[in-house]
């Protein structure tokens, strides 16, 4: 996984795409096909001390609302009950817990988080957007939930110009 300096643009971008200030970021794990920041790594304590399991932030309001479509269609529901009967599904969903913890620990250990991934990881399907930021971050076959979110969303991207 390739990570890439944050340069003033892109802290200029995701505040733009935030509404407000980025904190703790510590790269951008993934561009969007714009070039603008899509996914960024964030560390694992933020600058007012605050600890944030949330390593992989997904920051496309157009993904971000797509996702929230997804949500509200049940999508976490359905994948929740597959994890629950599918073994496979939530060994490879045990591994992407596993993988998660192990980008923010390269970060920084923060106790209060210790073993704490996000999404739900590794037993439950809690949030289809951090689960989406780690398959972009981490690329197909890390988080088999997100690639399936992944494929859900479709090109969310081309509907028109990210920042425009």
């Known amino acids: 996984m390739t990570r890439e300096p944050i340069t003033e643009a892109d802290i200029a971008a995701v ?3 935030l509404g407000r200030a980025p904190r703790g970021m510590a790269s951008v794990a993934h561009r969007c096909p ?3 920041p899509d996914v960024v790594q964030t ?3 933020l600058p007012d001390g605050t600890p944030f399991p949330t390593t992989f932030y997904l920051t496309c ?3 971000s609302s797509a996702i929230g479509t997804l949500e509200a269609a049940g999508l976490m529901r359905d994948m929740e009950a597959r994890l629950s009967s599918d073994q496979g599904l939530a060994d490879a969903y045990a591994a992407a817990h596993a993988s998660y913890l192990s980008e923010r620990e390269a970060l920084g ?3 209060e988080i210790d073993g704490i991934s996000a999404g739900g990881m590794p037993n439950r399907v809690k949030c289809l957007h951090v ?3 780690h ?3 981490a690329g197909p076959g890390v988080n088999p939930l997100g690639d399936e979110v992944l494929v859900a969303l479709g ?3 081309k509907s028109n110009p990210c920042l425009g």
């Open 15 to 17: 505040e733009l795409q």
């Open 131 to 133: 689960l989406a930021a």
């Open 155 to 157: 090109a969310w991207w």
């Open 43 to 45: 560390m694992p304590r």
């Open 34 to 36: 714009c070039g603008a």
């Open 109 to 111: 250990h923060v106790d």
């Open 61 to 63: 309001p157009r993904a």
């Open 135 to 137: 398959a972009l971050a």
